[in-house]
C-alpha cells in the first residue's frame, strides 16, 4: 500500500472502522517505512479509543507518534500528536491532551491544520463545554477546507460545527450544517455518517419541540448504527432525554442501562450514561439509583476535569436526595455550588437548578435563604419566554412560586395556567396516546399548585375548574385512526399470529423462549412506530363550568368530581346550578376501602362468602363521606382521579339505587353526552366462544332480532374490527388480558388471536357505545399525572361516548343474567347507567349476582 492509500485509509476509516482496522493490521503495522506504519498503528488506535479500549489506544497512538518523528515527517507527527491529544481527553487528561493538539496545531498549516483545529473544537466544545472558542477553532478549519476537495473533513467540520451553534443558539446555521453533512455522507457512501446525520435531525427535531420526528430519526439512526454493530453513546443520550420529555422513564432507564454494558467504554462515555441512568431513575421514582449513579458520575467527570457536566451529576444528586428526605440546609450549600457553576457556564440545567434551590431555601428558617427563594425564582422566571414549551413552563412555575411567595394568589393562579397552555401546546404534536399521557406529568407541579391555591380561596366553583385542568388531558383530544399505516397494520398481524403461535406452545409444553422474544420484538416495532405518530395540533378544551352546571341541570344529574392534594380527598358536587366543597378524609384510607371491596367481590364470584354490604359502607365513608347528603334521587356521575378508576361504584349504599356512571373527567362526560351513534340500529355481539364465557351472546340475541351476531371461527380480528366500526352499541364477549406493563397491549382474544388496543386505535368510527363482558376488562393503568391507559381508555379516548367493563374477576353464568337484563332495558331506551342499575336490581337477592352486578362499571353515558 502506498502513502496515498494509507492516508485515504486513515481519512474514510469511520466508513467501517473494524475493516480499516484489519487492513491496518495485515498492511500498514508490519510495513518498514516508519511513516506507513505510523499510519497503521494510529488507525488501530482510533479504533480501540472508540471500542473503549483506552490502554490499547493509548499504546498504539505512542507507537505512531514514534514512528512519526522517525519518519522525519512534520506534517505525519503532527497529525499523530492531534489524535494523541484527544485519546488523552477522552479519557479525562484534558491538560495533556490540549497541550498535544495546541503544539500540533503550531507545526501544520492548511487541511492538515483543519484536521488538528477540528480536534481541538471537539474538546472545547463537546467535552470542556468552551463553545465560543470552539467556534472559533472550526470557523478557521472551515475556511482552510474550502476548496480543497476533501470532502472527509469538509463534512467533520461541519457536522461539529452545527452541533457548537446549537449551544450557541444559532439553530438555523446549525441546521443548514447539519443537511450538508449528510448530503457529503450519503455521497462519499459513508454509514456511519449517514446514521450520525440521521441523529442530528432527530436531535434538531427534539430541540423544536417536535417529539415524534425526534423519535422517528433515533430509530432510524439506531437501526444504521445496529447494523453496524455499534453502539452510538451520542444517540443513546439523546434517546433517554426524549423518553424522559414523554414521561416514558422506564423505556428511558431500560436504554441506559443496556448500553452502560453493551460495550467496554471510554471513562467519558461512562461518565455520562451515569449522569444519564441518574436522570432515568429520578424520573422513575428510584431516589436510591438516582443519587448512586449521579454521585459515580460525578466522582469520574471530576477526574475528567469536565466541571460544567459534573455540575448536572450534581443537580440529580441533589434532587434525588431532596426527594428521598434530605436534609434542607445541608443540600441548600451544595445547590448553591450548582446554580453559580452553572450561571456562570450558561448551562441549559440552569432553570431547574433554580427552582430546586429555591425550594430548598424555602424550607431552610433564615433570611439569607428567604432572599436567596426569592432572587433564584425571579431569575428562574424569566425562562417563561423561552423557545421550548418545556422551559416556558419552568418558567411559569417559578413566577407561580414567586406570586405565591408575594402572597398574590391571582398572580399564581395566571402562571399556572399559562405553564400548563405552554405544555398543552407540546402535548398537541404528540399523536401517541401513550406519549401524551405520560408527558403530562411535566405539568404535574403547576396542577398541584394551581388546585392548592384555588382550594385556598374558597370558590368552589374555581376549585372545580383547577381540579379539572390537567385531569386527563390525553384522552380528552380523540386520537387518530392509524388505520392508513400499512406498516403498523403488517406488525400487528405478524404479532397477532407470533401470539397465536406461542400461547398454542405453552399449551403443548413446548419450548417458547424464541417465540417471546420474538412476539417482543414485533411489540417493540409497533410502539416505536406509534411513538413517532404527529398529533393533530388541537389542545383539550378547559372546563366551562357554567356550561357542566346547564347540561346537569338538563339532565336532572349531580356530579362528584374527587380530588386529592396533600394526602386529603375532596369532593366538589356540582349539581342544581352551584357547586359545593367537602372534605372527605384520607386518599391512604380510601385506596384501602377499594381494595377491600375489589377483595370482596373476587370471592363473591368464586361463591365464598363475602362481606358485599360491609365493604359498599366503607367504600362510602371512606369515597363520599357526606358529598351526597342533600342530594335526592338525581343521577349521579363520579368523576374520581386516576389512582381511584377501579372503584364499583354500584356497591355504595348510596349508589347502588340510582343510575350512577364514572368518568375521568367532567369534559370527556360533556363531550360524552353530546356524542351521538352514526347509526342507530346497528346492534353487534361478537363472541368467539372460546373456553367459557360468551354465553350471554345467543341469550342477547334471542330476545333481540336487530342484532347481528359474529360468533365462532368467524370472530376474527378483522371481521370484529370491521363489525366494530360505527356500531351504535357493541358488545365483545372474549377473554380479556390486561397488560399492566404495557396498557396498550392489553387485549381481547378472538378466535385468530389477540385484538389489541392498537387495532381498536385503526378503527375509522368507535362504535357509540360499548359493552366488554370479559374479567377485568375495564382495568386502567395510572400514568403521568391524572392520565390512565388502558381498553377502556382507548375507546374513550377514540370518542367512544360509553363503555361498561368489569373492575374484578366474575362468574360467567351470572353474567349471562347480568347482561340478558342490561341488554334488555337499553332495548327500552335510556342511557348506560339506567341499564347497569337494571341489571343491578335484577340481580337483587343472589349474593353472586350481585356481585357480579357490582363488579361492572359505566364509563361514559
Request: net charge negative; aromatic share 2%.
Amino acid at each position: 500500500m502506498d502513502r496515498d492509500e494509507a492516508e485515504e485509509l486513515l481519512r474514510n476509516l469511520f466508513v467501517d472502522p473494524q475493516t480499516a482496522r484489519q487492513r491496518a493490521l495485515d498492511v500498514l503495522v508490519p510495513d518498514p517505512d516508519p511513516a506507513l506504519a505510523s499510519i497503521g498503528h494510529q488507525v488501530v488506535g482510533i479504533v480501540l479509543r472508540d471500542l473503549g479500549d483506552v490502554d490499547g489506544a493509548l499504546r498504539e497512538t505512542r507507537t505512531a507518534l514514534r514512528l512519526a518523528r522517525r519518519s522525519e515527517d512534520r506534517d505525519r507527527t503532527a497529525d499523530v500528536m492531534a489524535t494523541l491529544g484527544i485519546t488523552l481527553c477522552a479519557v479525562g487528561r484534558m491538560r495533556d491532551g490540549i497541550r498535544q493538539l495546541d503544539e500540533a496545531a503550531t507545526m501544520l498549516d492548511g487541511v492538515p491544520l483543519a484536521r488538528v483545529l477540528h480536534r481541538r473544537a471537539y474538546v472545547l466544545g463537546v467535552l470542556l463545554a468552551r463553545f465560543e472558542e470552539s467556534a472559533a477553532d472550526l470557523r478557521r478549519a472551515r475556511e482552510l477546507v474550502a476548496g480543497s476537495h476533501d470532502q472527509v473533513w469538509e463534512a467533520r467540520v461541519l457536522n461539529l460545527q452545527a452541533l457548537v451553534d446549537v449551544k450557541l443558539g444559532e439553530v438555523e446555521s446549525a441546521a443548514e450544517a447539519f443537511a450538508r453533512f449528510g448530503e457529503i455522507s450519503a455521497s462519499l457512501g459513508d454509514r456511519f455518517g449517514i446514521a450520525v446525520a440521521e441523529h442530528n435531525i432527530g436531535w434538531l427535531a427534539f430541540l423544536r419541540d417536535d417529539l415524534p420526528r425526534a423519535l422517528e430519526q433515533y430509530a432510524a439512526a439506531a437501526a444504521i448504527f445496529d447494523s453496524m454493530g455499534t453502539t452510538s453513546v451520542d444517540l443513546v443520550l439523546d434517546q433517554v432525554a426524549a423518553y424522559l420529555s414523554g414521561g416514558l422513564a422506564q423505556d428511558a432507564l431500560a436504554v441506559v442501562e443496556s448500553a452502560l454494558v453493551a460495550r467496554p467504554l471510554q471513562p467519558r462515555e461512562q461518565a455520562d450514561l451515569l449522569v444519564a441512568v441518574a436522570g432515568a431513575a429520578l424520573a422513575a421514582g428510584d431516589w436510591d439509583r438516582a443519587a448512586s449513579a449521579a454521585d459515580e458520575g460525578s466522582a469520574l467527570l471530576r477526574a475528567q476535569s469536565r466541571h460544567i457536566h459534573r455540575m448536572d451529576a450534581d443537580l440529580l444528586s441533589i434532587t434525588a436526595r431532596d426527594r428521598a428526605g434530605g436534609r434542607s440546609a445541608l443540600l441548600l450549600r451544595r445547590a448553591q455550588r450548582v446554580v453559580d457553576g452553572m450561571r456562570e457556564a450558561r448551562a441549559p440545567q440552569l432553570p431547574q437548578a433554580l427552582l430546586l434551590g429555591a425550594g430548598l431555601a424555602s424550607r431552610v428558617r433564615s433570611a439569607r435563604a428567604a432572599a436567596l427563594a426569592s432572587d433564584w425564582l425571579a431569575e428562574a422566571a424569566s425562562y417563561r419566554r423561552a423557545p421550548t414549551g418545556s422551559e416556558r413552563a419552568l418558567g411559569w412555575l417559578a413566577q407561580a412560586r414567586a406570586r405565591e411567595l408575594a402572597g398574590d394568589p391571582g398572580g399564581v393562579l395566571r402562571a399556572c395556567e399559562l405553564g400548563l397552555r405552554a405544555l398543552d401546546e407540546q402535548q398537541a404534536t404528540l399523536g401517541s396516546q401513550e406519549l401524551r399521557a405520560g408527558s403530562a406529568g411535566h405539568g404535574a407541579a403547576l396542577a398541584e399548585l394551581g388546585t392548592r391555591t384555588a382550594m385556598a380561596s374558597g370558590d368552589a366553583r374555581q376549585l372545580l375548574r383547577w381540579s379539572e385542568r390537567w385531569r386527563a388531558t390525553a384522552l380528552s383530544t380523540p386520537v387518530r385512526s392509524t388505520r392508513h399505516d400499512p406498516e403498523i397494520a403488517a406488525d400487528l398481524a405478524a404479532l397477532r399470529a407470533q401470539r397465536r403461535r406461542l400461547d398454542e406452545a405453552r399449551s403443548d409444553g413446548a419450548p417458547s423462549d424464541a417465540l417471546e422474544a420474538r412476539a417482543g420484538r414485533l411489540e417493540q416495532s409497533v410502539r416505536r412506530r406509534l411513538l413517532q405518530q404527529r398529533g393533530s395540533g388541537e389542545t383539550a378544551q378547559v372546563l366551562d363550568v357554567g356550561a357542566l352546571l346547564t347540561a346537569l341541570r338538563e339532565d336532572d344529574t349531580v356530579l362528584v368530581e374527587l380530588t386529592e392534594l396533600d394526602g386529603v380527598l375532596h369532593a366538589l358536587v356540582a349539581g342544581r346550578g352551584r357547586v359545593q366543597h367537602r372534605t372527605v378524609g384520607e386518599a391512604a384510607t380510601a385506596a384501602a376501602a377499594v381494595d377491600f371491596a375489589l377483595f370482596s367481590l373476587r370471592q363473591a364470584a368464586r361463591g365464598r362468602r363475602a362481606q358485599l354490604e360491609a365493604a359498599g359502607a366503607r367504600l362510602e365513608r371512606a369515597l363520599l363521606g357526606t358529598a351526597l347528603d342533600g342530594v335526592g334521587e338525581e343521577r349521579v356521575v363520579v368523576c374520581a382521579p386516576a389512582t381511584l378508576q377501579s372503584v364499583p361504584w354500584g356497591l355504595l349504599p348510596s349508589l347502588a339505587p340510582r343510575p350512577v356512571t364514572s368518568t375521568p373527567s367532567a369534559r370527556l362526560w360533556l363531550r360524552a353526552r353530546a356524542s351521538r351513534p352514526a347509526d342507530d340500529r346497528r346492534v353487534m355481539l361478537v363472541g368467539p366462544g372460546l373456553g367459557s364465557g360468551g354465553a350471554e351472546v345467543p341469550a342477547v340475541a334471542a330476545e333481540d332480532p336487530r342484532a347481528e351476531v359474529l360468533d365462532g371461527e368467524a370472530a376474527t380480528v378483522s371481521a370484529a374490527l370491521a363489525a366494530l366500526d360505527g356500531a351504535a352499541l357493541a358488545h365483545v364477549a372474549a377473554h380479556g388480558h390486561f397488560r399492566g406493563d404495557s396498557p396498550l397491549f392489553s387485549s381481547l382474544t378472538l378466535a385468530d388471536g389477540p385484538l389489541l388496543v392498537h387495532d381498536l386505535q385503526g378503527l375509522e368510527r368507535p362504535p357509540h357505545r360499548v359493552v366488554l363482558s370479559a374479567c377485568e376488562s375495564g382495568v386502567m393503568q395510572p400514568v403521568g399525572d391524572q392520565e390512565l391507559l388502558g381498553l377502556a381508555a382507548a375507546l374513550l379516548s377514540m370518542g367512544t361516548a360509553g363503555v361498561v367493563s368489569s373492575l374484578a374477576e366474575v362468574d360467567d353464568a351470572a353474567t349471562v343474567d347480568v347482561m340478558v337484563a342490561l341488554h334488555a332495558r337499553l332495548r327500552q331506551g335510556g342511557g348506560l347507567g339506567d341499564a347497569m342499575l337494571a341489571a343491578r336490581e335484577a340481580a337483587a337477592g343472589d349474593s353472586v349476582l350481585a356481585a357480579t352486578a357490582a363488579s361492572f362499571t359505566v364509563l361514559g353515558t
